[in-house]
């Protein structure tokens, strides 16, 4: 049994993609890129890695926007 994540034992190179960028504001945009397909065509990461990659999104810094609900929701709930 390996001690790997599924991202880091079937996508190396994407991880180390991953971890240049950690905690600099690109990180959000830069996993988004690799839920979201905007290319068309692309056959999708495996769950287990898509999985993953979705949690790696949860920890970063979401970028606020001029009309992003979300962030103002979230933010309503770090001040009840």
């Known amino acids: 049994m390996s001690d790997l994540s599924p991202l880091e034992e079937h996508f190396p190179r994407l991880v180390h993609e991953i971890v240049a960028c950690w905690g600099s504001p690109a990180s959000f945009d830069q996993l988004q890129g690799l839920l979201v397909d905007s290319r068309g065509g ?4 495996p769950a287990d890695v898509y999985s993953d990659l979705s949690l790696l999104l949860t920890l970063v810094p979401r970028p606020k926007g001029p009309y992003d609900i979300w962030s103002e929701a979230a933010d309503a709930d770090k001040n009840v």
């Open 42 to 45: 692309r056959q999708g990461f």
